[in-house]
């Protein structure tokens, strides 16, 4: 089960496993946008990235024991929820996200 911890002073999800998902709800998008997220994984596994559940692309994050830095570009319009959804034999931790 997935849980909110710390790293020194900085906040993270950590214990993320096959098929967990963490959401944010009302995130307004305008056009082209580039995610960045920034995670490690022991093992190997993906993010898949969704708005409103609609998957717009994936990260691969295998075997980076420290933190990664991995963007993305899609479109979305509107307010949306986004939601990442771990996929993978490994277990990871996501340090933050931005745009």
């Given at each position: 089960?997935?849980?909110?911890?710390?790293?020194?002073?900085?906040?993270?999800?950590?214990?993320?496993?096959?098929?967990?998902?963490?959401?944010?709800?009302?995130?307004n998008?305008?056009?082209?946008?580039?995610?960045?997220?920034?995670?490690?994984?022991?093992?190997?596994?993906?993010?898949?990235?969704?708005?409103?559940?609609?998957?717009?692309?994936?990260?691969?994050?295998?075997?980076?024991?420290?933190?990664?830095?991995?963007?993305?570009?899609?479109?979305?319009?509107?307010?949306?929820?986004?939601?990442?959804?771990?996929r993978?034999?490994?277990?990871?931790?996501?340090?933050?996200?931005?745009?």
């Open positions: 089960m997935s849980y909110l911890s710390n790293e020194g002073s900085d906040r993270t999800i950590a214990c993320i496993n096959d098929n967990t998902t963490i959401g944010y709800k009302y995130m998008f305008k056009g082209e946008t580039e995610l960045t997220l920034n995670a490690k994984c022991d093992g190997e596994g993906t993010f898949e990235i969704y708005t409103d559940g609609d998957k717009v692309g994936e990260m691969e994050y295998n075997n980076c024991s420290s933190w990664t830095q991995k963007s993305l570009k899609f479109d979305a319009n509107g307010t949306m929820d986004l939601a990442f959804k771990f993978g034999s490994g277990v990871a931790e996501v340090m933050s996200f931005s745009f």
